[in-house]
């Protein structure tokens, strides 16, 4: 699998602190290894759009699509 990232994304993931740009990486890895991973936690967030929410921490959310054999990664908000 291959990571690609919107241009929303990117300015979103610039925004954030160090810190959570670390955990984000290190979830993104491990998404590439397996997208059942446990911490994760990835599940379909909304099935007409085709789109996908896993965690970055008890904070953060990131959005993606799954297109062949890439992972479009959409978003990362806050979570409530």
Do not use: C
Not at 39 to 67: C, G, M, P, T
Request: net charge positive; charged share 25%; no cysteine.
């Amino acid at each position: 699998m291959n990571l690609e990232f919107s241009y929303t994304f990117i300015r979103q993931y610039q925004a954030l602190p160090a810190p959570t740009q670390a955990k984000l990486n290190k979830q993104l890895g491990f998404l590439l290894l397996d997208l059942r991973y446990p911490s994760l936690r990835a599940k379909k967030y909304h099935e007409e759009r085709d789109i996908w929410q896993a965690r970055v921490d008890d904070n953060y959310r990131f959005y993606f699509r799954i297109k062949n054999s890439t992972y479009l990664i959409l978003s990362i908000t806050p979570h409530p």
